[in-house]
T-cell receptor, first 114, second 113 residues
Framework: DGGITQSPKYLFRKEGQNVTLSCEQNLNHDAMYWYRQDPGQGLRLIYYSQIVNDFQKGDIAEGYSVSREKKESFPLTVTSAQKNPTAFYLC?????????????FGDGTRLSIL | DAKTTQPNSMESNEEEPVHLPCNHSTISGTDYIHWYRQLPSQGPEYVIHGLTSNVNNRMASLAIAEDRKSSTLILHRATLRDAAVYYCILRALGSSNTGKLIFGQGTTLQVKP
């Protein structure tokens, strides 16, 4: 079945440690996105990519980094510079960066601090 | 991006219709109205979207006011599986559009057996 796979489902980070969240899609979508969700809140955009080897910062990019070396993969690294990383992280993709195209979401990674 | 206003919570009985309202009085002519829902501990799921005319799909119907300043998501027969947070989102066309979705607080729908 086509879809978006995020892994791991749960992740724990130690102080000063970088961690990488995986996002893979087999929908042949050009655009991919990373969102962060805090408890009881809506989603906020971290980074997005409209094409391979290109990505842009979203609203809350500080302390995060991404890469887009392959169309199907868009990993997110939470660096030690992100002082409040505990959140639910969601990856999404869409066919193109158009307003009338729906985004498809993965099931998320829940990151906590040890 | 234009803002939307939704009630914080609503209740429904199973197998009854549900009407979820959304106000978007500052909507522009090129804004699409999108609805997503999110079940606990899952990613959001696309439900439906429209521009001016009412829309139907297998999940729901979207009724858009003639002046486009409000819309209503209609679930024809609520099931327990429909209990979720429903988000009404406006997405604008234009060269500056990032494709990002701007989520508000949404409406938490409870479905009672």
């Amino acid at each position: 079945d086509g879809g978006i796979t995020q892994s791991p489902k749960y992740l724990f980070r130690k102080e000063g440690q970088n961690v990488t969240l995986s996002c893979e899609q087999n929908l042949n979508h050009d655009a991919m996105y990373w969102y962060r969700q805090d408890p009881g809140q809506g989603l906020r955009l971290i980074y997005y990519s409209q094409i391979v080897n290109d990505f842009q910062k979203g609203d809350i990019a500080e302390g995060y980094s991404v890469s887009r070396e392959k169309k199907e993969s868009f990993p997110l690294t939470v660096t030690s510079a992100q002082k409040n990383p505990t959140a639910f992280y969601l990856c999404a993709s869409s066919t193109a960066d158009l307003s009338n195209q729906p985004q498809h979401f993965g099931d998320g990674t829940r990151l906590s601090i040890l | 991006d234009a803002k939307t206003t939704q009630p914080n919570s609503m209740e429904s009985n199973e197998e009854e219709p549900v009407h979820l309202p959304c106000n978007h009085s500052t909507i522009s002519g090129t804004d699409y109205i999108h609805w997503y829902r999110q079940l606990p501990s899952q990613g959001p799921e696309y439900v439906i979207h429209g521009l001016t005319s009412n829309v139907n799909n297998r999940m729901a119907s979207l009724a858009i006011a003639e002046d486009r300043k409000s819309s209503t998501l209609i679930l024809h027969r609520a099931t327990l599986r429909d209990a979720a947070v429903y988000y009404c989102i406006l997405r604008a066309l234009g060269s500056s559009n990032t494709g990002k979705l701007i989520f508000g607080q949404g409406t938490t729908l409870q479905v009672k057996p």
